[in-house]
């Protein structure tokens, strides 16, 4: 194999890595947004407010593919779908 190839094989797979990286943040962010709320706000966890905190970490307009993207990265670290 090239060098040329292997190379970019490397990238495609550290672009993976990044993505993977950001969603996984992303996911802590919205949980850990949602948990401070509901402890230090006393504001009620709901499916609705986590996927509000979800779009505001993966900064996209939809909640519902905010919440997608969460219920994703929760099934690749062994927790079943939220719905």
């Known amino acids: 194999m090239s060098a040329q190839r292997e190379t970019g094989r490397e990238s495609r797979q550290s672009d993976v890595d990044l993505l993977r ?3 996984l943040e992303g996911s802590t962010q ?5 948990l401070r709320r ?7 966890p709901t499916r609705a407010g986590l996927a ?3 779009a505001i970490a993966f900064d ?4 519902q593919q905010a919440l997608a993207v969460m219920d994703e990265i929760a099934q690749t670290v062994g927790i079943s779908a939220f719905s």
Do not use: G, Y
């Not at 996209?60 to 909640?63: A, P, S, T």
């Open 38 to 44: 509901s402890l230090i706000e006393n504001v009620p």
């Open 30 to 34: 919205a949980a850990l947004a949602t």
């Open 52 to 54: 509000r905190e979800a």
């Open 21 to 23: 990286l950001h969603r």
């Open 60 to 63: 996209l307009q939809d909640d």
